[in-house]
């Protein structure tokens, strides 16, 4: 069983700030993946950025990292605190024309790779190890 957390976080100002983004990965309670980075505003083409941006870049890396491992026949549980990524990537929302609109069209094309995901909105206080990797670099300094 793979079980997944993400979490994006834009600061010091959402949108237009810097970029962190948090993951974690297990399979059976062991992490086999995790992700703590900061893209600042400008790095990597990353001109417009926001909250949504940082939080669908969190579960992209996921996504990709359990396709590398070739586990898209495994049943898998992604959880994050955004209700936004959630629903969207249940398909009970539709992706608007948000700065955020590639990354969601990335993860969606992404998620049709996998046979079994499921995605389950948590309370932020239920994805603490996912925030505390994508604030790691962030506004805690400001």
């Known amino acids: 069983m793979i079980t997944a957390y993400f979490d994006g976080a834009c600061y010091p100002k959402n949108p237009n700030g810097n970029m962190g983004i948090g993951a974690i990965v297990y399979e059976n309670d062991k992490v086999i993946h995790t992700v703590s ?4 505003i400008g790095q990597q083409g990353y001109f417009q950025t926001s909250n949504n941006v940082s939080e669908y870049l969190a579960l992209i890396s996921i996504l990709e990292k359990l396709i590398e491992l070739e586990y898209t026949q495994e049943k898998i549980d992604i959880y994050g605190d ?61």
């Open 82 to 142: 955004s209700q936004l990524v959630i629903r969207q990537m249940r398909g009970d929302w539709r992706v608007n024309s948000g700065i955020y609109a590639k990354q969601a069209l990335t993860a969606i094309a992404l998620n049709k790779k996998f046979k079994k995901i499921r995605y389950h909105w948590i309370p932020r206080e239920q994805n603490e190890l996912a925030d505390n990797l994508s604030t790691a670099y962030s506004y805690k300094k400001y």
């Open 37 to 40: 980075k900061e893209i600042k």
